[in-house]
Structures are given as C-alpha cells and as structure tokens.
C-alpha cells in the first residue's frame, strides 16, 4: 500500500494497530478517480474492527507472503471473515484481488500454482509482487480500482432498476 500510494519501499517494517488509510487519485479511462485503500491490521485481537470498516467496500485485497505458508493458509480466514462483516449483497460475485508479496526473496514456500488454484476456486483475480523491487503493485491496486468501479456500477445498476417508476394507473 505505502509503495503503490507513495512509490517508497522501507525495510522498517511497522505493524499496522487497528487500521491505516491512505487515498490516492488516478486517472483511469479519462476519469478523475479517487481511491481510498485501508489496510486493517492482520491480528485478531482487531478483527472486531471489521464490520465498520469493511462495510461499503467495493473490492477487497488479501495479501500474503510467499515465505510464509501460515500466512496464505490464512486467506480462507479473511475471505470468509471479510464476507461475513461486510456482507455485500452478492458475496459470490464481490470482487477479490489476492496479492502473493516478497517474490523478491529466494526462500519462497508458497507456488505460484497453489495460489492461482485457491485463487481459481474463490473467483479472485491474481498478481505476483515484490514490494521492494516494485513489481506488479501498481499493476495489482489498479486492477483492484478498476473492479471496484465495475462493482460501484453493478450496484447502481441493480438499485436504480428497483427504483424506476412503475407508471401511471
């Protein structure tokens, strides 16, 4: 999130208390757009946290580290987690990105092929990424940004034909 909104990477890793936030502004397809990215912290003494920020979300990213086998073994956690707080209208068809993080290092334990599987069966979208050495994050946030909108449109669609006019009797 720091790297895509700031283009800066720092090894000083700081644990994220609660939740954090940052926006940033794009031009997508000649449209001004300005997201907001909240990056809520990956404990569960915070978790309880969850319903208030995940409520009005239009697309969720799971992050995880490719060293680290527990961390992937994880997103079925927060998926069905995030699912369950934010409960959007149509869970199967809300939008995920899952971002697999530190392809830089060598002491990789998770395969590319594992995540795009569980990536397969959950309906997510995939990128591989190094923070550090810049790869795939803007590519990842974008594509997220653009699902969003997407999102933001089926939803209008949806309530704006429950509110057309039924005629004159």
Same mark, same amino acid.
């Given at each position: ?8 990477f ?12 940052f926006?940033?502004e ?5 449209? &001004?757009?300005?997201? *907001? ?6 404990? +569960?003494?915070?978790? #309880?946290?969850? @319903?208030?920020?995940?409520?009005g ?25 995030f ?9 199967d068809?809300f ?9 830089? &290092?060598?002491?990789r *334990?998770v ?5 795009? +599987?569980?990536?397969? #069966?959950?309906n @997510?979208?995939y ?12 590519e990842?946030?974008v ?7 997407k ?19």
């Amino acid at each position: 999130m720091n790297h895509y909104v700031n283009s800066r990477f720092t090894n000083f890793y700081r644990a994220t208390i609660g939740a954090d936030f940052f926006t940033k502004e794009l031009r997508l397809d000649d449209k &001004l757009v300005t997201a *907001q990215i909240w990056d809520t912290a990956g404990t +569960e003494r915070f978790q #309880s946290l969850g @319903a208030a920020l995940y409520r009005g979300t239009d697309c969720c990213l799971l992050v995880f580290d490719v060293t680290s086998p527990n961390s992937f073994h994880a997103l079925d956690t927060w998926h069905r987690e995030f699912l369950v707080q934010a409960d959007p209208s149509s869970p199967d068809k809300f939008p995920f990105v899952v971002i697999a993080n530190k392809t830089d &290092l060598e002491e990789r *334990q998770v395969s590319p092929r594992q995540a795009q +599987e569980w990536c397969k #069966s959950y309906n @997510a979208e995939y990128f591989e990424t190094s923070a550090k050495a810049a790869v795939n994050v803007e590519e990842a946030f974008v594509q997220a940004i653009r699902l969003a909108l997407k999102h933001v449109c089926i939803i209008e669609k949806m309530y704006s034909s429950l509110l057309q006019p039924i005629g004159k009797v």
